[in-house]
């Protein structure tokens, strides 16, 4: 989903971007919230470190101030990933 109309794209009416991010076990990725600087990120599968705390599946967290942040799998996981306006 996105605020621009895009083909095979759910359209909301509000400044949101998702994105969908698979990590297998042990891999290192690093996240930037965009625009405001604000985002939610939601752990659907598997258990991940992000800033020395574990989060696991159902787990959400709420980013703010456009830091980037370091995100390590434990195990194989599914993220989805939220810019906020």
Do not use: M
Not at 9 to 25: E, F, H, M, R, T
Not at 37 to 47: K, S, T, V
Not at 55 to 70: T, Y
């Amino acid at each position: 989903f996105s605020p621009d109309k895009q083909e095979g794209i759910l359209q909301l009416n509000s400044a949101v971007d998702g994105y969908y991010c698979p990590l297998k076990k042990g891999k290192k990725i690093h996240f930037q919230p965009q625009r405001s600087g604000n985002a939610w990120l939601q752990i659907a599968e598997g258990e991940i470190i992000i800033q020395n705390a574990t989060l696991k599946n159902g787990d959400g967290i709420a980013i703010s101030e456009g830091k980037e942040l370091e995100i390590t799998a434990i195990q194989d996981a599914k993220l989805l990933a939220f810019n906020l306006n």
